[in-house]
């Protein structure tokens, strides 16, 4: 008897402290994500099935999907890439994440990314009125730094018209995909308030851009939605030495304080850990931090998450919402090297490094570490 009761009570402490060692995923942090640019519609099972195999048993919950004109819109079809995702395509993606409890968010870029390289995107190029800068003309070879300031180009937020038009995509890619969110990009905004705008000219900027986010987040919030956008054009980017890319040198850092408590912000930082998240929760915003390609930072910035939760006010705590994997490719050409299909950089330095390290210390985190029964191929 002796012998089975210390057996039981060994048993017993075994399980406590077992259950101690375990924390659920979303008490540890409530958005584990991955964003990605949309596969082509050939590509489109192969990214269902690594949705399934491999996003779903890593316990990540929030899929963003980058898909802009990749898909066939019947409500501006003229804005349509000339090879898009069908309604049949994005139905399967939004039955596997259902399925596996994954939120599906789509974005379009709004405001800026209105370009790329030498190539102005399909907005601009069907509506070339509600361009921001017009006298700026797309260079035949693109370089940077050039004398137009010219990275990407921007619609003009107080066009008249432009607001119709891009929230009927918006509303149609949402009902599509079955979402309670959207996400508008807003990131890298350079082109606002140019002073040869005869709408914008001589506007504060940060009050231009302040006011384009609450007319996109008044939008959805009719259809019971949230906004979620990047976090750069909200911070400071002389003040805290970040610079031009990941903050704001234009000033509309001050935005943060204009914009909606309720906007979700998706605080991307590459290069360094930078802490901003805590900037963000003390503004009374739910910020995600997003890694890309360098295995440490995520890592650091995942540990930085976790302890920002575990040391913050019970105010604060939820603010800290969580992590987001960035992939800057479209999902086909992240598949190929996830699967081994094509090399990967020589100095460990990939997306796909960074997302197994990222969320290899999630489940270290949790106490949940391993990798996934579906992994293959690497």
Known sequence: MRTRFLCLLLAGCLSFLTSQAQVHPDSLMPVRGF?????????????????????????????????????????????????????????KLVRACRKNGIRLIPQINLLGHQSWASKTTNLLRVYPQFDETPHVKMPEKYVWPNEDGLYCKSYCPLHPEVHKVVFELVDEICEVCETD??????DEVFYLGDDKCPRCSGRDKAELFAGEVRTIRDHLARDGRKLWIWGDRLIDGKETGIGMWEASMNNTHRAVDLIPKDVMICDWHYERPDQTPVHFAMKGLKVMTCPWRKPKNAVAQAQDMVRFRNTATKVMKDRFHGMIQTVWSDAGTFLDEFYGRKPAPADGNSPTACFKALYDEIGRLSGQPGAPAGQSGH
């Open 35 to 91: 964003c990605i640019g949309s596969p082509k519609p050939d590509r489109i099972d192969e990214f269902v099935r690594f949705v399934e195999t491999e996003l779903a048993p890593r316990k990540v919950n929030t899929l963003i999907v980058r898909i802009d004109f990749n898909y066939q819109y019947k409500s501006h079809p003229e804005l349509r890439d000339s090879v898009a995702l069908s309604k049949r395509d994005l139905k």
């Open 181 to 186: 969110a959207f996400h508008a990009g807003m």
